[in-house]
């Protein structure tokens, strides 16, 4: 247990499904984010949130759309995916936004996704 | 902006023998620089950091790793590989993304076969 707990650990959705994955941190962390991890591509950060307030999306398309309704929760909505969205996605928490100075990350196990 | 690189997406040793990742760095400020190792289908798990002060960092499972500034590099290295090492290594540094917030950037990644 890492103290960052993401479900489901496995989902397979075809394109025209609406999903959530959801991560869970009890850690007294102030900020999450979400990567993509895909096969032979860098981690790739896609949101950041700090106090529950957004504070990066790096151009990620619309189908893919984060909700933080508390510090210790954190959501990806998915909705009309595409193939190529398929990868692990991992959560992960600091301190604050500023924690990665010190402390760097605790991440979750991932959800491996599969848009069929 | 910060990057890393790391050589070799690939690194095979034989159990028993010295473990080199290479990471090498750029970076305007000095940086902040962190491992991670991810096992298969699991998240990312720090393994040691180089924030300010001692250049010869250690961390879990008797890696260890240094900070050279004028090679602008952050080697792990480990003196005697386990078959349990076999997992797949990130270098990451802190990279500063404005409005107060930092961000890790990371490397492709490095994984590491070890034979019996």
């Known amino acids: 247990e890492t103290g960052v707990t993401q479900t489901p650990r496995h989902l397979v959705m075809g394109m025209t499904n609406k999903k959530s994955l959801k991560c869970e941190q009890h850690l007294g962390h102030n900020a999450m984010y979400w990567y993509k991890q895909s096969a032979k591509k860098p981690l790739e950060l896609m949101f950041v949130?700090?106090?529950?307030?957004?504070?990066e999306n790096n151009s990620v398309p619309s189908r893919f759309s984060p909700e933080c309704p508390n510090s210790s929760h954190l959501f990806l909505h998915l909705h009309t995916l595409q193939p190529e969205d398929s990868a692990l996605y991992l959560c992960?928490?600091?301190?604050?936004?500023?924690?990665?100075?010190?402390?760097?990350?605790?991440f979750g196990s991932g959800t491996r996704l599969t848009v069929v | 902006a910060q990057s890393v690189t790391q050589l070799g997406s690939h690194v095979s040793v034989s159990e028993g023998a010295l473990v080199l990742l290479r990471c090498n760095y750029s970076?305007?400020?000095?940086?902040?620089l962190f491992w991670y190792v991810q096992y298969p289908n699991q998240g990312l798990q720090l393994l040691l950091k180089y924030t300010t002060g001692a250049t010869l960092v250690k961390g879990i499972n008797g890696f260890e790793a240094e900070f050279k500034k004028s090679e602008t590099s952050f080697h792990l290295t480990k003196p005697s590989a386990h078959m349990s090492d076999a997992a797949e290594y990130f270098c990451a540094v802190r990279q500063y993304s404005g409005a107060g917030s930092y961000q890790l950037t990371f490397g492709k990644g490095t994984k590491l076969s070890v034979i019996p």
């Open positions: 992960a928490s600091s301190q604050d936004s500023a924690g990665a100075r010190s402390h760097g990350y605790t």
């Open positions: 949130y700090s106090l529950e307030e957004r504070v």
């Open positions: 970076s305007s400020v000095p940086p902040y």
